[in-house]
C-alpha cells in the first residue's frame, strides 16, 4: 500500500484495537490479516455476544479470551472494526465513537450516510480525510467487481455497469459455509438435509441472494446495496449500475462477470494494461491455457484476480468490455480492506531512510 | 405441444429411432424423453462407439442391447437422434440421410449451416419446413436463455442481450457429472483429487466454461454459439448478444442471468404476464418468499423456470428488462427438444375428435 493519507483524527503509532465480531468468519479474518501485517496494535481486545465471551482466540503466538461487548467496552479503544451486522453497529459504534475510537464497519448501516466515508483504500483512500468517527467498509461483492472496474474509469469514465455475481457461502457468515459442507456431505451420503441457516438446499445448487426484495425496485438488498455503494465509491452518481446477485455452492470467495460501459472506446489491451498495473490486482487472462479467475485460486489471497477482458461485441460503438473478476470475501472484500483502512488512518511514520 | 407443422419430409406415424451416443448423459435424456412421452416409435435401436456395445440399457419394460455405430446401421432408420459430440455428428450424419433418415443433431456441427433449421419448438418451428435432412438442437444454455426471451421479442423485439450463465456439469457430460461428485467427495475428506474430466478443480469451485477461446474476440467457443445461434432461432440478425459462460459447480441445470434491452419501453408486469402464457415456460417469480428459479427445481423438469423480473434501472429509457431463469440441461437443453422435434416431424395425426 503505496497510498499516504493526512490525518484529521490522528491515531497512536500503536493503537488499541477491538474486533467487534471476533468469533464470525469476518472476524476471524480480522484476527488473521492483523496478524499477518504486523499491525503494530499496542493491545488487541475482542468483543462478542455474551454466547461467545471467554472463548480463546489465538493471534499470533499468544490466545485472546473474548469479552462480552457492552456499552462500556469502548475505552481506550483507539481502532474498532465492528463485524457484527448492522443492528450491531447501528447500537455500538456511536459510543465507541463517544469514547475516542475510530470505527471501520464491516456493515451496511452507514455506507450510504453522507458523513461517512464508504473506502476501498486503492480507489478512493482521499474520502478518509473527511470522516467524523465512522469509515464504511463497502459490500464485499462491491469491492471485487471495483478492484476491476475503477481503474477503467480512471481513464474512461464508466457510464453504465451490468454485473452478476457467483457469490460463496463466506458471505452468509460461517454458519452459511458450515451449511454448505453439511449439506453437501448428506447430499452425498443420499441423506435428507433440510436447511437451517440458508433458505435453500446449497448442495449442488445456487439461489438467488437470499436478501429481501424491495417491491417498489425488484431488486434484492444485496443488488441495491452493490447498485448504490458503486456510485458512491467511485465519486461519480453518473454511474448507472445494474445487478444480479446469486449464491453459488463455493465456499469463501466472490466471482463477478461485468460489462463496463465507458464515455469513450476502449480496448481490452488498454483495459489490460491499466489492471496489470493497478495495486491490489492480479492479472489472471490467460487464454491460451484456458486459465482466468476462479474462486480456489482467490481463496486466501489479498489480490482480486481480474481476466477475461474483450471487447463485449453486443454494443456496435466499441465503448464495452466485459471482463471476469473474483476476490477472497473474507479478505479484500471484507477484513483486508478494512485493515488496510485502519493502517491509513495510523499518524504518518516517519519518512524511511535510504 | 399445441404445434403443428406441414411436413416436407413426411415420417411413418411409429418410425424407427435410432439414438447415437446412447450410453451418454444426453442419450440416456433421450431414452427417458421418448419413455415418458410415449413417443409412438415402432422400434428403438441404441448405437455407440464399439466400447459400448453390448451394454443392455432399460427402455420402458423392456432392455435394449447397444450396437457399434456403423457407416451401413442407418437402414430401416427413419429419425436418428445424434449426441455423441461434432466430430461423430459430421461424419454419420450425412450417412444416415443418404440412408432416409431425418437426423435430430444435439452436437454443433451443422447448427449454423444455412441448409439447417436451428429449432425450439416453441420458437420456431415453422423453421422445420425448409429442412433437408438434418435439423439441429440449439446450445443448452442458449435454449434456457431463449426460453425466457423469445415471448418478449415476439411482442417488442429485444436488440440486445447481455447474460451471464452458470452452467451445471451434466452439460459437460456424464464423465463430468461423475467428476464433481468424486471431486467434492475427495475435497470433504480433505484429500487431493486430480482433474480429469475438466481442467479446473471444481469441488466448491467456479470457473471459466472449459472451451477454447477465439483469440481474435475473446469470447471462448461456448459464448460464441450462444452469440450466433440466438439470433438465427429468433429469426432476427438485429439482435446483439454478449455472453458469459461460467462452469458451477452444480450436478443438472443450467441458469443465466439475462438483461434484454428492447426496441420499445416494457414493464415487468407486462413480461410476467407473456411467460406466464408462453408454453413450455413456468413463471416462479415470488418476491414475497424469495422463491425464484433455482437447479434444483428445474431439474428433472420440461419447463424453463424463469423470474426475478425487474426493470433495468441502468436503463434510463424503460427499455431494459433483467431476469433469471433455469432449466434442466439434459431436457429442454437437450433430448426433451430434440424429441419435440422428433414429434412435430411425424405425419399429422388425424384431428382429434371431440
Redesign the interface.
Known sequence: MSLSVPQTHPIAPSPVVAIIGATGAVGQAFLDCLATRRFPLSRLRLLASPRSAGTALPFGNSRITVETLAEDSFAGVDIALFSAGGDISRRYAPMAVAAGAVVIDNSSAFRMDPDVPLVIPEINAKALLDHRGVIANPNCAAVVALMAAAPVHRINRIR???L?T?QAASGAGAAAMAE??AS??AH?AGEIYTPQVL???YA?????H?T??D?A????DEETKL?REIPKILGDDAV???A?C?R????RAH?V?L?LECEDPIT?DAVRRLLAAAPGVRLVDD??R?H?????EASGRDEVLV??????????TGR?I?L?AAGDQLLKGAALNAVQIAELLKAPRPPERG
Do not use: Q
Not at 453459488?248 to 465456499?251: A, E, I, L, N
Not at 482466468?292 to 480456489?296: E, H, K
Open positions: 453504465r455497469i451490468t452478476a457467483y454448505l459442507e453437501t456431505r452425498l433458505p435453500h438446499p449442488f445448487n445456487l439461489f438467488s437470499n429481501a426484495i417491491p425496485t425488484g431488486y434484492n447498485m448507472r449500475v445494474s444480479t446469486v453459488v455452492p463455493v465456499m466471482a462477470a460489462t481490452p487464454a491460451a484456458n482466468f479467475p476462479m474462486p480456489v481476466g477475461r477482458i474483450r471487447t463485449d461485441r453486443s454494443d456496435p464495452s466485459a471476469f
